[in-house]
């Protein structure tokens, strides 16, 4: 079992960026793939980017693809989400996620997320 504590949330302004990490605790992180997940209010959570455990395959949400950059080190048992150019599209929660099984696509574990708000 592996816990996920997010951090680096905050208010942005529209273009900016923030970086976002997570970092894991427990089991060992580089057995799972890692990603992030928003949520606004009011609306299902979206997914937003993955990093496999090897490196091997990295994807994002068409919302998000050419803004956002997923990293890892597992090392340091941190995955990290740069985020470019922001949208003015509000208020969302980001979640930090694990993935036990290479093929899965629903997480196994979630963090508690941090508060990311776009705003002028």
């Known amino acids: 079992q592996v816990q996920l504590v997010e951090s680096g949330g905050g208010v942005v302004q529209p273009g900016g960026s923030l970086r976002l990490s997570c970092s894991g605790l427990?089991?060992?992180?580089?057995?799972?793939?890692m990603g992030w997940y928003r949520q606004a209010p009011g609306q299902e959570r979206e997914f937003v980017a993955r990093?496999?455990?090897?490196?091997?395959?990295?994807s994002y949400g068409d919302s998000v693809k050419g803004r956002f950059i997923i990293s890892r080190d597992n090392a340091k048992n941190t995955v990290c989400l740069q985020m470019n150019s922001h949208r003015p599209v509000g208020a969302a929660k980001y979640y930090c996620?694990?993935?036990?099984?290479?093929?899965?696509?629903?997480?196994?574990?979630w963090g508690k997320g941090t508060q990311v708000t776009v705003s002028s």
């Open positions: 427990g089991d060992i992180f580089s057995s799972y793939d």
């Open positions: 990093h496999t455990r090897n490196g091997d395959r990295i």
């Open positions: 996620s694990a993935v036990e099984g290479p093929h899965d696509c629903r997480p196994d574990y």
